[in-house]
Nanobody, 127 residues
Framework: QVQLVESGGGLVQAGGSLRVSCVAS????????MGWFRQPPGKEREFVAG????????YYADSVKGRFTISRENAKNTVYLQMNSLKPEDTAVYYC????????????????????WGQGTQVTVSS
């Protein structure tokens, strides 16, 4: 069992940057592939980025490629999402997710592939 807590959300102007973090506690170590999802107002939750246990395999949604960077520090049980060149359409609640896996080289892109979720952090981008 792992618990996930996100932080770092807030209000930022379009074109600005923000970094959100997710700290894992409980049965952690580096046994989890991690991901970020977001849920815009009135819409369904969608994939943003995923990273393997090793950090070497990374996937991004097309809408954030070149602007967002996912990374992880296994020693700190923390995963980050650096968001640059933010747009109003990036406004959403951002959720951290974890999937227990034996594979160090697999990353995941769908909601159904993740078994653990944080409570979310609000990111609002003003125009």
């Amino acid at each position: 069992q792992v618990q996930l807590v996100e932080s770092g959300g807030g209000l930022v102007q379009a074109g600005g940057s923000l970094r959100v973090s997710c700290v894992a506690s409980g049965r952690t170590g580096s046994s989890y592939a991690m991901g970020w999802f977001r849920q815009p107002p009135g819409k369904e939750r969608e994939f943003v980025a995923g990273i393997s246990r090793s950090g070497l395999i990374i996937y991004y949604a097309d809408s954030v490629k070149g602007r967002f960077t996912i990374s992880r520090e296994n020693a700190k049980n923390t995963v980050y999402l650096q968001m640059n060149s933010l747009k109003p359409e990036d406004t959403a609640v951002y959720y951290c997710a974890a999937r227990a896996t034996y594979s160090s080289s697999s990353a995941y892109t769908t909601l159904q592939q993740y078994g653990y979720w944080g409570q979310g952090t609000q990111v609002t981008v003003s125009s």
